[in-house]
Nanobody, 125 residues
């Protein structure tokens, strides 16, 4: 069993930065792939970025590539999402999700087994 708690969201002006954290409990967390998804009001959950258990592999959505960086510290059971050059369209609730690492990083929410409550990110223009 893995429990995930996101933090670091807030209100920021366009062009600003935020760093989200996803803290996990459960001693097997270091063997899970972790992804960030986001969901804006009235929209479906959208893939943002993912990282493999051994940090060897990362994947980004086209909309976040070059602006966002996903990283993890397995010793701290924490995954981070550094978000730079934020845009109003990045406004959403951001969730982290964890699941068995399947070698190919998954972009579908259903591919992950655990998720947190989310943290709100609001980017003003």
């Amino acid at each position: 069993q893995v429990q995930l708690v996101e933090s670091g969201g807030g209100l920021v002006q366009a062009g600003g930065s935020l760093r989200l954290s996803c803290a996990a409990s459960g001693r097997t967390f270091s063997f899970y792939a972790v992804a960030w998804f986001r969901q804006a009001p009235g929209k479906e959950r959208e893939f943002v970025a993912a990282i493999s258990w051994n940090i060897d592999n990362t994947k980004y959505a086209d909309s976040t590539k070059g602006r966002f960086t996903i990283s993890r510290d397995n010793a701290k059971n924490t995954v981070y999402l550094q978000m730079n050059s934020l845009k109003p369209e990045d406004t959403a609730v951001y969730h982290c999700e964890a699941g068995v690492d399947r070698l190919v990083l998954q972009v579908r929410p259903a591919a992950y087994n655990y998720w947190g409550q989310g943290t709100q990110v609001t980017v003003s223009s």
